[in-house]
Nanobody
Framework: QVQLVESGGGLVQPGGSLRLSCAASGFTFNNYAMGWFRQAPGKEREAVSAISSNTYTVYADSVKGRFTISRDNAKNTVYLQMNSLKPEDTGVYYC???????????????WGQGTQVTVSS
């Protein structure tokens, strides 16, 4: 069955970095766009970044220049490199897979369980 497993979250100080990974299985990874979403406490889930099957990337304005999304099709894994982290980046980060590049939740068929990122001093 389809599985998306996120890892790499944790507690980091403001200005620090983290790299999230999402390992995919159960579908043809190469054919899918992958997205990263996050949900802060008390807020709705929002799109962070997405990458198409041919590596075209999009970012939310709030993370442009700080976050980088990438994928390794040989490893069926998508990454989110997060630099210059801010307290407002705190939340549960989810990866998702869908047939086309989008920053909309409804475009994604498969979702991981999420990994917690906390940015605090």
């Amino acid at each position: 069955q389809v599985q998306l497993v996120e890892s790499g979250g944790g507690l980091v100080q403001p200005g620090g970095s983290l790299r999230l990974s999402c390992a995919a299985s159960g579908f043809t990874f190469n054919n899918y766009a992958m997205g990263w979403f996050r949900q802060a406490p008390g807020k709705e889930r929002e799109a962070v970044s997405a990458i198409s099957s041919n590596t075209y990337t999009v970012y939310a304005d709030s993370v442009k220049g700080r976050f980088t999304i990438s994928r390794d099709n040989a490893k069926n894994t998508v990454y989110l490199q997060m630099n210059s982290l801010k307290p407002e980046d705190t939340g549960v980060y989810y990866c998702a897979a869908g047939p086309a590049l989008s920053m909309r939740e409804y475009a994604y068929n498969y979702w991981g369980q999420g990994t917690q990122v906390t940015v605090s001093s």
